[in-house]
Nanobody, 122 residues
Framework: QVQVVESGGDLVQAGGSLRLSCAAS????????MGWYRQAPGKQRELVAV???????NYSDSVKGRFAISRDNAKNTVYLQMNGLQPEDTAVYYC????????????????WGQGTQVTVSS
């Protein structure tokens, strides 16, 4: 089994910064990619930052220039540095890990974490 755990969510004032972490563990053969999504109250889950082909990253237009994703392959961990936070960034932030497990090394599966709450006050 593969576990994905997010951390780092908090209450922050507008203009502030937070860094979220997401760690994958368990029966991992290889991680294909790890990315971030968010879901605000009453809204659908949306993409925040996900790896793209060629080593680049796809960012939501609403976070471009403010958020940055980074990854520590040795720790199976991905980070989301969030600067210039605004009240509209308030959401539960989820990490998705596309993983080849040791039990199925030829077919990857996406595992989701439970989410971490980010609240930005005005």
């Amino acid at each position: 089994q593969v576990q994905v755990v997010e951390s780092g969510g908090d209450l922050v004032q507008a203009g502030g910064s937070l860094r979220l972490s997401c760690a994958a563990s368990g029966s991992i053969f290889r991680i294909r990619s790890m990315g971030w999504y968010r879901q605000a109250p009453g809204k659908q889950r949306e993409l925040v930052a996900v790896p793209a082909n060629g080593g680049s990253t796809n960012y939501s237009d609403s976070v471009k220039g403010r958020f940055a994703i980074s990854r520590d392959n040795a720790k199976n961990t991905v980070y989301l540095q969030m600067n210039g936070l605004q009240p509209e960034d308030t959401a539960v932030y989820y990490c998705a890990a596309d993983v080849y497990s040791v039990f199925e090394p030829l077919r990857s599966k996406v595992y989701w974490g439970q989410g971490t709450q980010v609240t930005v006050s005005s």
